[in-house]
Every structure is written in structure tokens, then in C-alpha cells.
């Protein structure tokens, strides 16, 4: 018999790993916490990387060229999943009911609506950072970037945002459901009964949203009334924009406080040179992604890097092994602000590519021109145990500090 190559694939556990890294294993949470010495490897020695998971064999695609394809190859790398009637939402939809979808909110995220709200994401950041510069730190992502983040997207959303810590336990159980059905992460014990909670609350609010309204909750009760999405597809909405407007940028805004400790003199520099702050925030998307992976499944056998994967198969797409290919970013480990970016996967590609990537920009370039201008300098807490705690569980796709407690010196 002959044996396909998908078949003579090795599995991760058994390849020759050099001794100081574990076999790749996708739900290993210190892997997850930093994986960029096995995406190096991987790049060399494993471009296509077969794993067993708990939920199945798994693919993982790592150098630039075949991301980017895959990414650009929607009709073979479908976004459809296990279960389409569980949050039949944008992300998850193969055209034409992805365009569908994508086009009710689309015109909400452009650069130019985006603009209009940038004074008051400012005010809000300044309001939440002054304290914290005030008793020389504090722990960032849970006083700073989560309220920050999420009181942003719900402002677009035309959302009451009035309780915080129930919106970041029902965001956290919503993409802890989502891992686990999608079989990349384990899920938490409250996963379900908390997003159960969030989509109903949601819903209510979608259906207090008034019509002629120009929020995009509105936009979405609008394009229900009209019958151009379900019910079940308007449910879906919420959840999904409130969860990607929040953590993947507050996870960013983490990982750009952690760059900052580490390269000290980058903060002069953003300070001397405010409008090098978006060359700061692409080569975070570049360098440092808060979303390490998508997940795909082909619709028909495919050859990628010589190794042919089989139809039906689950497919993740590791942009941020990608942005770290020597071939497309020379030097890929090195944080350079004045290198190009330029085709960067942070946030996707393709027609899927972020459709909150301006919101995101614009919160994070806000962010570092704000610590430039009133800190003198990041440093991590000397106590390892609460300087970062990596983010564990939830989706399974995102990377970045869950907690992060900083020393803020003031600018005199
Ligand atoms: C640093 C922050 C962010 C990162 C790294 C990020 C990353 C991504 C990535 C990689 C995708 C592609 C998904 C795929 O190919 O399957 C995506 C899609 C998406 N993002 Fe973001 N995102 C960020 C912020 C936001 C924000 C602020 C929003 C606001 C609502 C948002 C909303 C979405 C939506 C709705 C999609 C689905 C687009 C589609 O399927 O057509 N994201 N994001």
C-alpha cells in the first residue's frame, strides 16, 4: 500500500525537537505563554506541523507564504464551524453569507468613524491612567486596558457598559465556549452558563436598541427588521464584536507596556517623536500579536509546503509564527520600529482581515502617545508572580498578559 503524505506526516511528539524546547503541543500553556522559540524551529524543520489534540489531529501552518495563501484561499481554507447553528456570526461564515453579515457593521469601523470617537477614548484613557501614574503603578490590564477597551467598544455599540467585571467574566466565558467547541482550548466550568447570561443580555439590548439610531447595535436591529440577517444571526452579533473589540486590544496594549519595560529608551523616543507611535503599534501587530492563530478547515485535499493535508481537516494558520519568517522580516526576533511592516498578519488577511483593525490602531497609538507623554519610565513589578501572568485557557488563540503589574515614574 501506499501510504499518502498526509499519512507519512509526523505527528509534533515525534520529530527531533532539540533538547531545550517540548514538542509543540497546542494546548500546553507554557508553550502558549511563549511559543516563539518552537515557531523558529517549526519554520525550519516543520512548516506544516501535525499535532494531537483532544479534540483531533490538528495542522498548523507556520511559515509567511503559506499563511498568507491560506488566509487568501477562503474556498479550500473554509472558516465554517464544526456546528454552524452555535453564534452563526461573521467570523465563522464562508461567503456569500460572510459578506452578508460583515457589510451590516462595516461602515461602524472604518478610519473615519473610527476618528469621531478618538477624543473620547483619550479622555477615557487619561482618566484611568492618572491615577495609576499617581501612586507610581499598579496592575494594567484589569484598571486600564480592559476598562478602557471595553468602554470603547460599547460606546460604538451604543451598549450600557455598567458593570465591567461582569462584561470581562462574560467575554472570558464566551471565548472559553468558543476554544472548547472548537476543540483548540478546554473551556472553563462557567463557559456556558456565563455566555448563556452575556447572549441574553445582549439580546435585550438589541432589542431596547431604537431603530433609527446610528449605533451598531441599531445597525444590527435594523438589518433584522429588514430581514436581511436572522434572528439567530443578529443574537450572534453582540457578543462577537463586544469579545474581539475588548480583549485581543486590550492583550495588545499589555504586550506594548511589556516591550516598553524591556526597551526603555523606546519611550524617549515615542516621546521626542509622537508620530513614530503608529511605527511602535504595526511592529507590535508584527512582533508581538496579541492573536496567534485562526483556525481553518479544508473543503478539499490540499498540498502545502509538500506535505498534503486531507480534506475535512482543522487547520490553524499561526500569524504569529508568520510575522516572525525570516524570509518575509529579516532579523524576526529583533522589536524594530523603523523596520516596514508592511504585510504584517496581525490582524489576518484576506476577507476575514480584522474589521476592527482602525479601532484597535487608534487605541493603542493613543495609549503609547499618552504613556510618552506623562511616564518617564515602564518597569515590571520585581515580583515575577505578579509582574505578568500570562493569559491561559479562553480561546486558545490569543497571547498576552491576563494580569501585568507595572512601576509607572512619573514625567517631572
Ligand atoms: C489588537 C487588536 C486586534 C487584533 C490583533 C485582531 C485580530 C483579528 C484577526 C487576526 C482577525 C481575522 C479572523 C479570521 O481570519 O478568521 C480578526 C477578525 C475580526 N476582528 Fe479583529 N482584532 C483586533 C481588534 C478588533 C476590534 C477592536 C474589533 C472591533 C469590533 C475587531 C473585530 C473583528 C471582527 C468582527 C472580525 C471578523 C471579520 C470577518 O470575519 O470578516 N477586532 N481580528
Sequence with gaps: MTLSAAQETPYSHELAWPPHLRPFDPWDESIKADPYAHYAWMHEHAPVLRARTPAGDAWFLSRYRDVQLAFRSAKIFSSRRPDPKVFPNVVASDEPDHTRLRSVVAHAFTPKAVARV????????????????????????????????????????????????????????????????????????????GTAAFVAHMDQALDAAPLEADTVLSCIARSRADGKITGSEAAAFGPLLFDAGSQTTSLLIGNGFIVLSEMPHLLARLRANPADVPKFVEELLRCRSSVHRMRRVTTESVEVSGQRIPEGAAVYLLMAAANRDAEKFPNPAVFDMDRDTGGHLGFGFGIHACLGSWLARMEARIVFELLAQTVSAVALDPDPRRAVVPMTAGSGVVSGPKALTVRLAPLQ
Excluded at 491615577?131 to 499598579?138: E, N
Excluded at 480592559?146 to 451604543?158: W, Y
Aim: aromatic share 6%; proline share 5%.
Design 118 to 193: 478618538e477624543g473620547q477614548v483619550r479622555a477615557t484613557a487619561e482618566g484611568l491612567l492618572r491615577p495609576m501614574i499617581a501612586s507610581g503603578g499598579g496592575e494594567v490590564v484589569g484598571n486600564f486596558a480592559i476598562p478602557l477597551t471595553m468602554s470603547t467598544i460599547a460606546g460604538l455599540m451604543g451598549l450600557s457598559l455598567s458593570k465591567t467585571a461582569q462584561f470581562r467574566q462574560w467575554t472570558e466565558d464566551y471565548t472559553s465556549l468558543l476554544g472548547r467547541l472548537l476543540g483548540s482550548s478546554p473551556g472553563s466550568p462557567t463557559d456556558a452558563s
